[in-house]
């Protein structure tokens, strides 16, 4: 072809276009079938969007909820209401929420008393990403969105479930005081050498999941868990047990308040201060006597604010019990309790708000999981943080107790240094690592949780790596309070269970707040055993962050690899209350 060709060809195809105009409706449709194309596609395959109606994952994640604000001490909370938007399961109907138990101040209350009937919301909606679980698996403590293995489809309704995923194929799991252990040492052969049925199959492979094929609390998993624990859960057992430890992301979204010092009630009638000075008590001031939010050290020793956890009451008992020479157990405290006088100190326990709800079932108001053992469980797991205004030279020490022992954070003179007071201080050492903390303001936390203690500064942590980590200690005795054997003191857990130090002058501590970590709990009867689970290769132990109030694999078992929809990567809030 020429040079001189070249603008007739040009224009022919010009031409060409006009002979074929474009068909605007013919676009539209085509614009319209590539966008519904490629959602379908992006939710088969790559992403999808889930609605969390329960509340097992509270308070990491919420279903349907209303939120309060306590009337008393101003702690914005929320309360569990799947019952009053969906019929309850057993009962057929819905209850409305009726009242509600604050976590902060434990003040109960009644929803029509408040100022405003507040409405209830949707769950939380998760974004779940698909390709992560082909190609990347999940790691213990994802959050993952899997199939019901007992019912994958409810009246062609997929039955889609979200936990963590904290067990896997091969190992054996163990719940004990409200901890994670696991081990891959233990096999579970079907038979004998002689023939004999050890740990049976299903006909199916596709029935693993079930509950029975956990193989629960076996004898060769019991042997082997109490050869752990009684050598501390170290490696002197080979292929012994070995505790879960979550990491830095899952620690900071598995805390729920104990108590935050910033919203006490003003009623004097119902608050007794809960953070007060202890030892030299004129070296402390604070800004209040009734309810001190921020206290100021003049210097010398080291002077403590001690923490008590006034939630409980002597139980009131009758005529015959004392006759029968019953002792009076701790039991909740109830604000404005008639004839019950102030609270007393006892373990810092696993109550929930959004669990501490009170239904109205057939005009009859029933509290839900207040008073529950679950609920009364001592949990040990503590975190602690507040701010605090340094002069030159001076030093603040965080403690946490837990059992026989107290663990400390000291910080100043730009170091912070871990210590352990108690049995097996040696083994555990002292720690140091370089930080900021000088002359100045800061914000410290501090926690102790899986048996590996936390700092952060400002909230940048400071990482010890495996010298802030500590084996479980078992208890040698225990308090004669403690008859469920949970394994609590009343020298440390009751009367000293989190601790704010300072030596030299201070200007402010202020801004204090206690938080419990998730605990795990197990089927009852004697705390000092273990619930044991075998995962089968190809599954997973899949389980809530809301221990007490969650169906999950200590339940109906596990969840096969072929269930198992993807991780949650992303969590928005609803926007609007559901529909009528």
């Not at 072809?1 to 085509?30: C, F, L, Y």
């Not at 790559?46 to 609605?51: G, H, R, S």
Request: aromatic fraction near 10%; charged fraction near 25%.
């Amino acid at each position: 072809m020429s040079a001189a060709t070249a603008p007739a060809t040009a224009a022919g195809s010009h031409d060409e276009k006009k002979k074929h105009p474009r068909d605007p409706a013919r676009e539209v449709v085509e614009t319209v079938v590539f966008v519904v194309v490629l959602v379908l596609l992006l939710k088969l395959f790559v992403t999808e969007a889930f609605v969390i109606p329960t509340g097992s994952m509270a308070e990491t994640l919420y279903g349907y909820q209303k939120i309060i604000v306590c009337p008393k001490c101003g702690h914005e909370f929320p309360v569990n209401a799947h019952d009053e938007v969906e019929p309850n399961q057993n009962t057929g109907q819905r209850h409305p929420v009726w009242g509600f138990c604050c976590p902060n101040c434990r003040f109960t209350g009644r929803i029509q008393d408040l100022p405003t009937n507040p409405p209830a919301r949707t769950g939380d909606r998760v974004l779940v990403l698909k390709p992560l679980y082909h190609i990347r698996p999940p790691h213990r403590g994802d959050v993952v969105v899997f199939k019901y293995p007992e019912k994958p489809q409810e009246n062609h309704i997929a039955a889609n479930y979200i936990k963590r995923a904290m067990g896997f194929g091969g190992e054996t799991i163990a719940i004990h005081r409200g901890e994670l252990f696991f081990t891959t040492a233990l096999s579970y052969p079907e038979f004998d050498p002689a023939g004999n049925q050890l740990f049976p199959r299903p006909e199916s492979p596709l029935d693993l999941w079930k509950p029975e094929y956990r193989y629960p609390n076996s004898a060769q998993a019991e042997a082997l868990f109490r050869a752990s624990r009684d050598a501390g859960f170290t490696d002197k057992v080979p292929g012994g047990f070995q505790i879960v430890r979550k990491g830095e992301a899952q620690v900071l979204a598995d805390r729920r308040i104990v108590w935050d010092n910033d919203q006490q009630p003003s009623d004097p009638a119902g608050h007794w201060p809960r953070w007060t000075p202890a030892g030299n008590r004129d070296r402390w001031k604070a800004d209040n006597a009734a309810t001190p939010r921020a206290f100021a050290h003049a210097g010398g020793d080291l002077d403590w604010l001690r923490y008590q956890h006034l939630t409980w009451v002597p139980e009131k008992l009758t005529e015959d019990q004392k006759r029968d020479g019953r002792k009076p157990r701790l039991v909740p405290w109830r604000w404005g309790l008639a004839d019950a006088g102030p609270p007393v100190a006892g373990p810092v326990d696993n109550m929930l708000g959004y669990n501490a709800g009170i239904d109205l079932v057939q005009g009859v108001p029933q509290p839900r999981d207040r008073d529950s053992t679950d609920a009364a469980r001592w949990v040990g797991d503590l975190l602690l943080e507040c701010e605090v205004e340094l002069a030159g030279g001076s030093e603040v020490v965080l403690e946490l107790s837990r059992g026989q022992n107290r663990f400390q954070a000291k910080f100043g003179n730009g170091e912070v240094s871990l210590a352990r007071v108690g049995p097996g201080g040696p083994e555990f050492g002292n720690p140091t690592k370089p930080c900021k903390v000088r002359e100045g303001t800061y914000r410290l936390r501090f926690a102790n949780v899986d048996c590996r203690l936390w700092v952060w500064v400002d909230d940048k942590r400071i990482d010890f790596g495996p010298a802030g980590d500590y084996s479980p200690v078992e208890p040698t005795s225990y308090d004669p309070e403690d008859k469920e054997k949970e394994g609590w003191t009343r020298a440390n857990d009751v009367d000293a269970p989190a601790g704010i130090g300072a030596r030299g002058p201070v200007a402010k501590v202020a801004g204090v707040k206690l938080f419990r970590d998730v605990y795990y709990t197990r089927s009852g009867g004697d705390q000092a055993e273990a619930d044991i689970y075998y995962v089968q290769p190809g599954h997973y132990l899949c389980l809530g962050d809301n221990s007490a109030q969650s169906s999950d694999s200590r339940r109906w078992g596990t969840v096969p690899d072929r269930l198992m929809l993807g991780k949650a990567v992303f969590v928005f809030w609803p926007a609007f209350p559901p529909p009528n």
